[in-house]
């Protein structure tokens, strides 16, 4: 599956500028970073796992449109005290991917552990490797 | 005092906590991809995997017995009570 990284478009419009102009918001507040993923696949179908920790079920969303597969994880963290040492600032994920027509779009399903995300994206019909009889005549 | 860890797809059975004097040890495994599938099935690895342990210490002394450790969506979260001597008291300043 290649990657595709088409910007984050949201539905809200700039509010207008000091020139009078309006400007198009393409860029959401929130900062995103891209997850790391595993890519794999089987006869039945191709498996995506997302490593997304701080993301709970409600914060996961997951949506195909034109054949892109959009990733996007809400992480939710709140600092308990002082901080004395910091190795990591909890971000929200985002990430795309193309997909190729041989996934059936309309079969896909998700399920989220201990913050992995995974995947599975059944493959169509006429993309499962089909036995084929040889006839010896 | 609190430690925050981001630790992703752990096996909660591996995950092991504690604490010995002002060291705190935190140990665990994450399972890598299942080994059935073959290398030419796998389009992308970028998760990492395997088994880690790292131990940090700590600037207050703790009630060792009264640590608590929470495993939630990827991240484990551990809470040290301070001893009574470690937590700040406030001092009366006499004025002459």
Do not use: C, W
């Not at chain 1, 191709?46 to 079920?57: Q, R, S």
């Not at chain 2, 796998?42 to 880690?52: C, K, P």
């Amino acid at each position: 599956m290649a990657e595709q990284t088409a910007a984050l478009t949201t539905e809200k419009t700039g509010t207008p500028d000091k020139t009078g102009g309006k400007s198009l918001a393409t860029r959401d507040d929130a900062v995103y970073m891209a997850p790391p993923v595993d890519i794999f696949e089987n006869e039945e179908s191709l498996i995506v796992v997302v490593d997304m920790p701080g993301v709970e079920k409600e914060g996961v969303d997951i949506r195909v449109e034109d054949e892109i597969l959009t990733i996007k994880g809400i992480a939710k963290y709140t600092q308990p005290a002082t901080v004395l040492r910091q190795e990591f600032s909890l971000q929200n994920y985002y990430r795309q991917f193309q997909l190729s027509d041989e996934v059936d779009q309309g079969k896909i399903s998700a399920e989220s552990k201990n913050g992995v995300l995974t995947i599975t994206l059944p493959k169509a019909e006429k993309s499962k490797p089909k036995q084929v009889k040889v006839r010896v005549g | 005092m609190y430690v925050d860890a981001l630790a992703p797809g752990l096996d909660p059975e591996t995950l092991n906590v504690s604490v010995t004097g002002d060291q705190l040890v935190i140990s665990g495994e994450k399972r890598p991809l299942p080994k059935s599938i073959k290398s030419e099935f796998i389009h992308r690895s970028e998760r990492a995997a395997g088994q880690f342990t790292r131990s940090l210490s700590l600037s207050a002394g703790v009630e060792s017995d009264q640590v608590q450790a929470n495993y939630a969506n990827g991240v484990l979260k551990i809470v040290l009570p301070k001893v009574e001597a470690a937590k700040p008291k406030p001092i009366a300043v006499r004025v002459s």
